[in-house]
């Protein structure tokens, strides 16, 4: 009798398992061929309305395999709306799967869109949970559509060109700016530091991009374009980059210098808790690269003094154009901040003070040596 | 100290990194947070040892059986319903935040109805373990998840885009009075000592109480309200961060493993303190259930000489949490979770009076 009521339990057991099946049919997912992969957004003003905007969203089309593909496969659905999450929600019927965010690495805003009104359009990003805080944000000249719709001849299959410009793990450049989409809403939201963003262009025959010059933003004012040589000094100070083309001269020596480390400090000196004056110090350590001239080893303190003048020179003209704009990329308003107790004035004082600054930067280059030859 | 009474304590910690402690205490963060947090860890320790101290009085047993063998019923009872409510709440509001936290981020598309169930099934077979399980299972949980924690939260630290002066700036803002929502916040990390009421019936040894002890868990109070308020605002800035629906998931996002299995760390992030939160969820409501069942005891209700009364309460506690997560809003669970911390202090001091009195009446 035992034994079959414990046969018994068995097959009621069996049982529910068996039933259980028939939930598991339909999970709450979509397959992922019912599913499109949108890898960029670009932004454009509306050429039909005012205060609207031109959307293009990049997408990445599957492939059956890297082998048999010959090339990058995208589709571009475009569409004008008066806000983003319009204009999104008119292009998922443009298409008949689901426009999946969740892959989305490069967000492009055209640069005339980047003076006014920049929260409005921001704020769709960062709300939309399924958009990566760590996606890449570009501005883009001429057009944001232009830019993504690029597709150059070194593009393989599954690598997007576009994406690899940024961060350290493709091309590493301390011409190209790098900033992420937490990082670009956080500088532009606080005061005491603009933020930065690249800037993409095309070759006039659109075939490559180049991505050299940066623009710092502010809310309410035209954005200043850092050039190529801005742009690298900017990295320099912010992001410890350092790169090939450190140009040193003096009477008859010309020297290219390569930088390995750089490391920099500032502060704010203060009077009576109003600022004074930035003091920033600079720290490189490096080789030469390049020189028109026979070289020797023990003159290397020498060539320590020049490099390091030349590289005052380049660090000072760049921070003094900035403050002369009225724009502070590097944060020393936020080190302001940071020195003195929160009071209401904190902020305003700074803005008053911050145009007329001076801006004292010391530099110490010291060169390890002179490359394979003398 | 048993090492299973530093789980009670750091499961509560950890698993208040994510939850609501940091929306509120960031909420305040330019009206006084940052006191307030100073007084919860002095505060919060000295309750720590004081709990301990007591209940060191009477090893092997819960706090129920002595309270119903020392003092009058119409004192016991409330109390123990009082303590009742707080645990469930604590409970409740994990479970419902996870669930809020879950639809946002992990599977926006699988209705609501679904994903609670999905918890408050797990849950609902956790709790019915035995007390000595829950123990070994917390083990368990915290041996596979706290280095992974670990490994995220140093992360965190050494990203180069963690912009300290922001944080440098927070802690400028010092100078304010404690603010009473944030400290109680605060204070609600060192609630999981709290679960000794019943599992202390499994500790027959006295606890060593010391220095040392009290030094570990006061430091590792601080450093995990150090986290949880500063690293979020080094990396949102510190004029917007009190925007962020769920600041430290949003904080996440914003690291990435460049040549990790998977890039964005928000996954294994909410994976990881999932698995923390849950075991922590099934402390307090394990709690909660035992305290309930020493109320009522449906001793007519069997089945073959099994109570059904558990069953029954596990059974209304998943209605609850269906009802509520498909009712509240966001801002109501904002709210309701701000008024819980709120009553922390006072839950603290109920417990603590009533295990003097415990003790004075068993004069001990």
């Known amino acids: 009798m035992k034994r079959r009521f414990k046969s018994f339990k068995v097959i009621v057991v069996v049982a529910i398992y068996f039933s259980c099946v028939s939930i598991l049919a339909g999970c709450g997912f979509k397959d992922i061929d019912k599913r499109v992969f949108v890898t960029g957004i670009g932004v454009d003003p509306s050429e039909k309305e005012k205060g609207g905007y031109k959307i293009t969203l990049k997408l990445s089309l599957p492939v059956a395999s890297i082998k048999s593909s010959t090339g990058p496969n995208y589709e571009y659905l475009v569409y004008e709306g008066e806000t983003l999450a319009e204009a999104i929600r008119i292009l998922e019927t443009h298409t008949d799967k689901v426009l999946e965010f969740g892959h989305t690495k490069m967000i492009v805003i055209n640069e005339g869109l980047l003076q006014e009104n920049i929260k409005d359009f921001m704020d769709y990003f960062v709300r939309r949970s399924d958009i990566q805080l760590i996606a890449w944000v570009a501005a883009a000249k001429p057009s944001a559509e232009s830019i993504l719709r690029v597709e150059p001849a070194a593009e393989s299959a599954v690598s997007s060109t576009l994406i690899n410009f940024f961060g350290t793990s493709g091309t590493d450049s301390p011409f190209i700016t790098s900033t992420f989409l937490y990082e670009f809403r956080r500088n532009m939201l606080s005061d005491g530091i603009d933020a930065v963003v690249p800037l993409v262009e095309a070759s006039e025959d659109r075939k490559e991009l180049i991505v050299n010059k940066s623009l710092v933003v502010k809310e309410e004012t035209k954005p200043l374009e850092l050039d190529a040589e801005e742009s690298k000094y900017y990295n320099t100070i912010v992001n410890g980059m350092s790169g090939f083309s450190y140009k040193a001269e003096s009477d008859d020596l010309k020297l290219i210098l390569n930088m390995e480390r750089t490391k920099i400090h500032y502060k704010i000196i203060m009077v009576d808790e109003k600022p ?6 600079v720290k490189m350590v490096g080789v030469i690269g390049q020189s028109n001239k026979n ?63 001076p801006i004292d930067v010391s530099v110490d280059v010291e060169l390890k040596g002179t490359g394979a030859i003398e | 100290m048993s090492r299973f009474l530093y789980y009670l304590i750091f499961l509560t910690m950890i698993s208040n990194i994510v939850a609501s402690v940091p929306k509120i205490l960031l909420f305040e963060s330019k009206t006084g947070a940052i006191p307030s947090m100073f007084a919860a860890v002095i505060i919060g320790t000295i309750f720590v040892f004081i709990l301990v101290k007591l209940f060191n009085a009477f090893p092997g047993k819960s706090f129920p059986d002595m309270l119903k063998q020392y003092t009058p019923k119409w004192f016991a009872y409330p109390v123990l319903f009082y303590l009742f409510l707080c645990w469930f709440g604590a409970g409740l509001i994990t479970l419902i935040t996870y669930v809020f936290l879950f639809i946002t981020f992990f599977a926006p598309e699988t209705s609501i109805v679904i994903t609670t169930l999905a918890f408050v099934l797990v849950i609902s077979f956790g709790i019915l373990m035995k007390s000595r399980s829950m123990l070994y299972m917390a083990e368990i949980v915290l041996v ?11 992360k965190f630290y050494v990203n180069p885009k963690l912009d300290w002066d922001f944080i440098k700036i927070a802690m400028m803002h010092i100078n304010h009075v404690p603010s009473y929502w944030a400290f109680g916040a605060a204070l609600y990390i060192f609630m999981g000592i709290a679960d000794l009421v019943i599992f202390n019936e499994l500790f027959t040894k006295k606890h060593k109480m010391g220095w040392k002890q009290v030094l570990v868990i006061g430091l590792s109070g601080a450093a995990i309200l150090f986290t949880t308020f500063f690293v979020p605002i080094g990396y949102n800035g510190v004029e917007q961060i009190a925007e962020l629906t769920f600041p430290w998931i949003s904080t996440s996002d914003s690291i990435r493993m460049k040549y990790g299995l998977i890039e964005r760390v928000i996954f294994i992030f909410i994976l990881a303190f999932l698995g923390i939160a849950f075991v922590s969820l099934l402390l307090h409501w394990h709690v909660a259930l035992k305290l309930l069942e020493s109320i009522f005891q449906f001793k007519r209700l069997k089945w073959k000489d099994k109570m059904l009364a558990p069953y029954i309460f596990v059974v209304i506690f998943g209605i609850i949490s269906l009802v509520l997560t498909r009712k509240l809003t966001q801002y109501q669970l904002f709210s309701l979770s701000n008024y819980f911390f709120g009553s922390i202090p006072i839950f603290f001091v109920v417990l603590i009076s009533s295990l003097v009195l415990v003790k004075r009446r068993a004069k001990l």
């Open chain 1, 276 to 281: 004074t004056s930035i003091n920033m110090n």
């Open chain 1, 295 to 357: 070289l020797s080893l023990k003159d290397l303190k020498e060539y320590d003094q020049i490099a390091s003048k030349a590289v005052k020179k380049k660090i000072i003209d760049f921070l003094t154009t900035v403050q002369k704009e009225n724009f502070d990329p590097i944060g020393f308003g936020l080190r302001y901040r940071s020195m003195v107790l929160y009071n209401k004035n904190t902020i305003s004082e700074w803005r008053k003070a911050y145009p007329d600054l």
């Open chain 2, 144 to 154: 596979l998840f706290v280095p992974l924690i670990f490994f995220l939260l140093i």
